[in-house]
């Protein structure tokens, strides 16, 4: 797919407008673009991000992505994620379930750790099949620098909007902790025609850490709204990076930054005759860092705590606990009936734990 001529986005389906922000303006610190991130953050918890400077190392993750994922299945299972909750590796289609019936999934995906790239070539968890071993220093290390140059911008604007002391998400998130922090190239394969128009390709759930910085080409990624009964499309726009607040922020934050529900469906009309790549950072909190509100450094936290008694903000799970479990009971090994999908959910199944 990388390289192709792909059909555009179809104008007759049902999509749902983000706020374009523009990074070059949020970096320079200005007013309102900041206040427009902070509606974006804490409404739907999506938005579009422009001017990232991101684009030679997203083109360079996608064409590592086609060429790991053009290896004979035999050689990517070589580096199979496994069923006890690792993340990083390679995840076969349908080894991961859609929904509490045990569906399967339809993506396949390579996934890199944040600690292998620092690492490189000494491996910090695990290695990975030769393109994106060979890729590490040329493509995903430069993709993973630009993503954290987001992301940690972002997490500083947040610090100070919930009033917190200087550096507490950052220390949260620090590049010196082992994290579940980790770069993605995913594949779904193509879904011609209306027979497979509905059909989940990725379960809907809430991401597992802080923040997700992801490129698509096609369609194909639906949010639901908050109060919203009906999924509806992100239009992919070229240059335009779709951002995303995950379960750690919305708990560190008693709820303020949203953490909304998401899915992957294949892309509609024409452009569901290709196949669809998408690529992902994910920043996570450092492993050892426990899910809890921050209510002793925040009293906008601390109020956001009283005004919703009915929920607990105490997980008691780590950032590590908390990653393993939700990967660990998507997997169709483990699945022993409804209740693994259930142990795999995010914020959104849990009410007592959010």
Known sequence: MPGTTLPAFPTDVPTHPLLIIDFELIKAGDPVEIERLWEAATTLGFWYLKNHGADKEV???????????????????????????????????????????????????????????????????????????????????????????????????????????????????????????????????????????????????????????????????????????????????AGHAVCNIGDALSIFSAGILRSNLHRVVPPPGAQGGYERFSVVFFTRPGNSQVLRALVDHSPMIADAVKNQSEKNFETGSTAAEWLARRVKYQRINNRKGPESWAAGRGTEHQPTAV
């Open 59 to 237: 083109n360079a993750m996608f064409d590592m992505g086609a060429e790991t994922m053009a290896l004979p299945l035999e050689e990517k299972m070589r580096f199979d994620i496994g069923d006890e909750g690792q993340s990083c590796g390679y995840k076969k289609a349908g080894a991961s379930a859609v929904d509490a019936s045990g569906q399967p999934d339809a993506v396949e995906f390579i996934t890199i750790s944040q600690d292998d790239t620092f690492a490189f070539p000494r491996v910090a968890h695990r290695t990975y099949p030769a393109p994106t071993t060979a890729a590490i220093p040329t493509a995903v290390t430069p993709f993973i620098r630009k993503a954290l140059d987001v992301n940690y911008t972002v997490l500083r604007l947040f610090n100070e909007r919930l009033g917190l002391p200087e550096g507490t998400l950052e220390r949260l998130h620090d590049l010196e902790e082992y994290s579940g922090s980790e770069a993605r190239a995913i594949r779904s394969p193509p879904m011609p025609g209306n027979a497979t128009a509905d059909k989940v390709t990725l379960a809907s759930h809430t991401d597992f850490g802080s923040l997700s910085f992801l490129h698509n080409r096609l369609g194909g990624l639906q949010v639901l709204p908050p109060s919203h009964t009906e999924w509806s499309y992100v239009k992919p726009l």
